[in-house]
């Protein structure tokens, strides 16, 4: 059965950083390409970052150089370190893998 779970979330203030974790189970992990989505309340889920199974990475256009996605194939967890946090990041975040999706950790920014 695959599964993922996230975690990491939390509140933090404008200029801060927090990072996330996708912790996986029930597939070979080391093979798959992951996803972060985000998602704001009432609004369509918006994608943040892939990394794939040889870790090449990409971002959405809004990132612009202030979040990390990396993996750690020995832990079956993928990561995305964010910076220079925004009012406009607060979402939940969530992490995806071929149709699979977790559950998702809250991202609060205040200003």
């Known amino acids: 059965q695959v599964q993922l779970v996230e975690s990491g979330g939390g509140l933090v203030q404008a200029g801060g950083s927090l990072t996330l974790s996708c912790r996986a189970s029930?597939?070979?992990?080391?093979?798959?390409?992951l996803y972060w989505f985000r998602q704001v309340s009432g609004k369509e889920r918006e994608w943040v970052a892939h990394?794939?199974?040889?870790?090449?990475?990409s971002y959405g256009n809004f990132v612009k150089g202030r979040f990390t996605v990396s993996r750690d194939n020995a832990k079956n967890t993928m990561y995305l370190q964010m910076n220079s946090l925004k009012p406009e990041d607060t979402a939940v975040y969530y992490c995806?893998?071929?149709?699979?999706w977790g559950e998702g950790t809250l991202v609060t920014v205040s200003s």
């Open positions: 995806a893998m071929d149709n699979y």
């Open positions: 029930g597939m070979i992990f080391s093979s798959k390409a």
């Open positions: 990394i794939t199974s040889r870790g090449n990475r």
